[in-house]
């Protein structure tokens, strides 16, 4: 398709496991991101790509959060051992170009994340 | 720290009536504004982007305004229809990579 594919759709973890998140972003996309969304809430930033460089992770809340995208396409978000407060849903958005201002960003449907 | 505001979270309006969605923001040095729209369980998908030098845009039956000196943007909805029931979020974007601030959202009835 032409958006943004996030797999899975939803994912069910005890806490103390680690869990992956995956991101497809629209084909040429310079840029990605992840936001987290907590129930009720806006999304909030977690950390940006421009292609495979990760220029900002000041969003991320712990060490326990890791997101690469190697190849400068699909990104991983890793979440190890995690804890009850992880749940959340995950989107990620992609915009075609790295300077700020005239692109919107597109997201996928996201990923429901429940820690048991 | 940028902070962004929506008021009311929820609204209720009978089909046909126009309205104004209300968003502001504490810092003004931003990129661009977003409005976009989630469905239950869905992603947001995006309704309207302004830049920075500019004061407004208009999609259909939707005009998203920006008045970044005094960090407010609205967006109009004329001739509101059931289908528009959804949540509306306001996002400001910063720093170079436009990284979004959001809001907590607009939760948006149109009543047949």
């Known amino acids: 398709g032409a958006g943004v594919s996030q797999s899975p759709r939803y994912k069910v973890a005890k806490r103390g496991q680690d869990v992956a998140l995956r991101c497809d972003p629209i084909s040429g996309h310079v840029s990605l991101f992840w936001y987290q969304q907590a129930l009720g809430q806006g999304p909030e930033f977690l950390t940006y790509?421009?292609?495979?460089?990760?220029?900002?992770k000041s969003g991320l809340p712990s060490d326990r959060f890791f997101a690469e995208r190697p190849e400068g396409s699909v990104s991983t978000l890793k979440i190890q051992r995690t804890q009850q407060e992880d749940s959340a849903v995950y989107l990620c958005?992609?915009?075609?170009?790295?300077?700020?201002?005239?692109?919107?960003?597109?997201f996928g449907d996201g990923t429901r994340l429940s820690i048991l | 720290k940028q902070e962004v505001t929506q008021i009311p979270a929820a609204l209720s309006v009978p089909e046909g009536e126009n309205l104004v969605l209300n968003c502001s923001f504490t810092d003004s040095a931003i990129y661009n504004l977003q409005w976009f729209r989630q469905d239950p369980g869905k992603g947001l998908t995006s309704l309207l982007l302004i830049q920075s030098s500019q004061r407004e845009q208009t999609s259909g039956r939707l005009n998203a305004s920006l008045d970044k000196s005094s960090g407010r943007s609205t967006l109009y909805i004329a001739a509101s229809q059931p289908g528009d029931s959804a949540t509306y979020l306001c996002a400001v974007g910063t720093g170079a990579n436009s990284k979004l601030t959001f809001g907590k959202g607009i939760t948006l009835s149109v009543r047949p």
């Open positions: 790509f421009q292609n495979e460089a990760q220029l900002d």
């Open positions: 958005a992609s915009s075609l170009v790295f300077w700020g201002g005239n692109q919107p960003q597109h």
